[in-house]
């Protein structure tokens, strides 16, 4: 069983930074990959960014190339996203997802707010 937990949304203007955290417990976080989702009013959940367990391979989606960094601390079973030069788009619920391919199983945070101003 994996809990997620998500913290350091809130409002930024355009052009601003944010880091968000995606805090876990269990003891199967550091076996599998983790993502970041994020969804936008009246849009769908959208892939943001991914990367493996090791920490060793990330993957973005073409709209945050560039200005998001995904990273990982295994040691505090925590995944963080640095956003940079934020722009009104990505205001949206940020959502922090694993799967536990063995026990073919989904997990997701509540999520976190992030705003964006122009």
């Known amino acids: 069983q994996v809990q997620l937990v998500e913290s350091g949304g809130g409002l930024v203007q355009a052009g601003g930074s944010l880091r968000l955290s995606c805090a876990a417990s269990?003891?199967?976080?550091?076996?599998?990959?983790v993502d970041w989702f994020r969804q936008a009013p009246g849009k769908e959940r959208e892939f943001v960014t991914s990367?493996?367990?090791?920490?060793?391979?990330?993957y973005y989606a073409d709209s945050v190339k560039g200005r998001f960094t995904i990273s990982r601390d295994n040691a505090k079973n925590t995944v963080y996203l640095q956003m940079n030069s934020l722009k009104r788009e990505d205001t949206a619920v940020y959502y922090c997802?694993?799967?536990?391919?063995?026990?073919?199983?989904?997990?997701w945070g509540q999520g976190t707010q992030v705003t964006v101003s122009s």
């Open positions: 997802h694993q799967r536990d391919a063995k026990q073919a199983t989904d997990y």
């Open positions: 269990g003891r199967t976080f550091s076996s599998y990959a």
């Open positions: 990367i493996s367990f090791s920490g060793h391979y990330t």
